[in-house]
């Protein structure tokens, strides 16, 4: 599963401009990059009066997924309880070599380099996971770094988490209510023959089985 490293900051900070720079130059290096970005803010609309959209918005839809020849765009109507930056990483981007978020402050057991103007109080003082900031004035530490010094951001991130060497491919990936658990090695080879072999024995499939989603739902004991 991907790595995440999350961009964060008060607002107008500039996070949005520096993290696409630093996905631009990723991207030149040949890397492949998924990013997810939090707003705070609601009713943003995608689909105007008079769209398929929308008529299934005014039906009651919860969601509407739009596949183009050129692009997949869902949009959800209903608010999104829990889900996680983590969960939607490894749903929906697990083949990425990178998913990079746009907010996501509070998120835990998640990279984030802040971005930070002025005398604005520092987030890194609040929240866990800042290994690196992005600043226009002097501020101590390790991992400092212009607002500009895109490359030099990119490399930072390239060697903490892109070293292709030393990235280890995991055979499977447990979510439990959203929240991913860490599985030793063995137990990932157990599980993968475990569920391989129950595939097999369905024999429904003709083709070469290269990867299984299994999602299960636990009927609740109360």
Known sequence: MPPIITFIGWHDCGKTTLASQVVRHLKER??????????KETGLLLDQEGTDTFTYRQAGADSVTLIAPDQMVMTRFKELPGKRLTTLAHRFFPDADLVVGEGFKDARQVAKIEVTRGETEL????????????TDRKI????IFHLDEYSEIADFIEKRFLDKEQKKKQQA?????????VMKDFVQEALTGTVKGFVDALKTHGEDVQEI????????TD
């Open 30 to 39: 040949g890397y492949s990059v998924a990013v997810i970005k939090s707003t």
């Open 173 to 181: 990936v447990l979510l439990i209510n959203g929240r991913k658990v």
């Open 140 to 143: 101590a530490g390790d991992y």
């Open 123 to 134: 987030l890194r003082n609040k929240v866990t996971g800042v290994i690196a900031i992005a």
């Open 213 to 220: 989603e299994l999602r299960i739902r636990v009927e609740s």
